[in-house]
């Protein structure tokens, strides 16, 4: 069975901080490995996906991940964090099944500080 | 560019009546999915739906849900009786492949 932890459910920095959003996952097969972003009352809009080729996986609105296979992570970091930013971050990992189901987890809520 | 529509937005019933979610996925795309997210809670799989069948359903997915294409563009999740614990954002997505999910903006459904 697949799942994913986020460590951390609120992560506040300043504007202009340096951005890191931490996700661990568990996977008995090669993971396709997400972060989606939701912005207060909208749905899930995707920033960025791996799905085996480059390890650093760059994605919308400056985000990048890195798969690291050693240490079963794909965190999301940013360089410099905007207002814009706060909004509620999610991990996802599928592959581990036929249904190509999604199993996402917990979720962080990045706060940006002036 | 092409989106997951979902309708209605907001949605409430009774405890005990039927609900059907509606949703038009992207018009290509071949892979169907229901998520639901209770509030304050994790973004949990529904079920999964490809070829016009259910592909993968999870625990959660049991007698009282049902999901249908009826026409070649709308995908709907029927409640067939509303309970409590149903009241979540019910949301819908699609994809081309077995690779990136789109989802929509959600349904919020309030049960009382």
């Known amino acids: 069975a697949q799942s994913v932890t986020q460590l951390g459910s609120h992560v506040s920095v300043s504007e202009g901080a340096l951005v890191l959003l931490r996700c661990n996952y568990s996977s008995s097969v090669p993971p396709y490995l997400f972060w989606y972003v939701q912005y207060p009352n909208q749905g899930l809009q995707l920033l960025l996906k791996y799905t085996s080729a480059a390890t650093l996986v760059k994605g919308i609105n400056g985000f990048e991940a890195e798969f690291k296979k050693s240490e079963t992570s794909f965190h999301l970091t940013k360089p410099s964090a905007h207002m814009s930013d706060a909004a509620e971050y999610f991990c996802a990992v599928s592959g581990d099944n036929a249904g190509n189901m999604l199993t996402f987890g917990g979720g962080t809520r990045l706060m940006v500080k002036p | 560019e092409p989106e997951v529509t979902q309708t209605p937005s907001h949605q409430v019933t009774q405890m005990g009546q039927e609900v059907i979610l509606r949703c038009v996925p992207i018009?290509?795309?071949?892979?169907f999915y229901w998520y639901r997210q209770i509030l304050g809670q994790k973004v949990e799989f529904l079920v999964s739906f490809y070829n016009n069948e259910i592909s993968e359903k999870s625990e959660i997915f049991d007698d009282q849900f049902s999901v249908e294409r009826p026409d070649g563009s709308n995908f709907t999740l029927k409640i067939r009786s509303t309970k409590l614990e149903d009241s979540a954002m019910y949301f819908c997505?699609?994809?081309?492949?077995?690779?990136?999910?789109?989802f929509g903006p959600g349904t919020r459904l309030l049960v009382l």
């Open positions: 018009s290509n795309h071949l892979y």
């Open positions: 997505a699609s994809s081309w492949d077995s690779g990136t999910q789109y």
